[in-house]
């Protein structure tokens, strides 16, 4: 089984719809999430983070966290065209000292297209 | 230049050609990673290095062979390569280990492909 699983789509939905993005996994210690956004020929975006569990607003994007189901999801309201894009969800737990504190567990990435 | 910067963006190589990756961060930032990006894969940590020190080294194969000359600039040398080497390598950096998130910040990527 796959630390971090991730639907990778496509997933195309029309501009202005409510797009919903999710991430399931495994282990029980990861306490930072992180979603990243990816244009084509591009690198990976810090678009939000959060810490445990809870919600996160940042604009038209907000991150929920759900510990206890193992959950993540990322929603984007009145979605664009420039929101094409792949999203990529992270995570890691908090440990002590260096090593392993910094290494992200990242999901394959979900293909996201907005219609005009 | 900002945030992370990455040469070359695309890079062909035979398998007996030797070449390096380079990488620059103007962010100030003491931790430095390399990953790699494969075709439906998840992204896949390499090297982690905090300032200038090898910290994690994810059993990379001998053939990758990092540097870390400061905390600003980071190599990755290649040699006798696989074609299943081919492949996006990103850069990464963040503050430094025991800060809260310690958030990565991604260079633009370097397209490999090894013939």
């Known amino acids: 089984q796959k630390e971090v699983e991730q639907d990778p789509g496509p997933l195309s939905v029309p501009e202005g719809a409510i797009v919903s993005l999710n991430c399931t996994y495994s282990?029980?210690?990861?306490?930072?999430f992180m979603w990243y956004r990816q244009y084509s020929r591009k690198g990976p975006e810090l678009l939000m983070y959060?810490?445990?569990?809870g919600n996160k607003e940042d604009g038209r994007f907000t991150a929920q966290v759900d510990k206890s189901s193992k959950y993540i999801s990322l929603f984007i309201r009145d979605s664009q065209p420039s929101d094409s894009a792949t999203y990529l969800c992270?995570?890691?737990?908090?440990?002590?000292?260096?090593?392993?504190?910094?290494?992200?567990?990242f999901g394959q990435g979900t293909r996201l297209t907005i219609n005009p | 230049e900002t945030g992370v910067t990455q040469t070359p963006r695309h890079l062909v190589m035979g398998m007996t050609n030797k070449k390096s990756l380079k990488c620059e961060q103007h962010?100030?930032?003491?931790?430095m990673y390399w990953y790699k990006q494969s075709a439906k894969k998840p992204l896949e940590l390499m090297f982690v290095?905090?300032?200038?020190?090898?910290?994690e080294n994810n059993s990379v194969p001998s053939r990758f062979s990092p540097e870390c000359p400061n905390s600003s600039h980071l190599f990755l040398h290649l040699h006798t390569l696989q074609p299943e080497d081919s492949a996006l390598y990103l850069c990464?950096?963040?503050?430094?280990?025991?800060?809260?998130?310690?958030?990565?910040?991604f260079g633009p990527g370097t397209r490999l492909t090894v013939t």
């Open positions: 990464a950096s963040s503050q430094g280990p025991g800060l809260e998130g310690d958030e990565q910040y």
């Open positions: 282990n029980s210690a990861f306490q930072y």
């Open positions: 959060t810490y445990s569990s």
């Open positions: 992270a995570m890691k737990p908090e440990v002590q000292g260096i090593q392993g504190a910094q290494k992200l567990v």
């Open positions: 962010l100030g930032h003491n931790a």
């Open positions: 290095y905090n300032f200038k020190e090898q910290t």
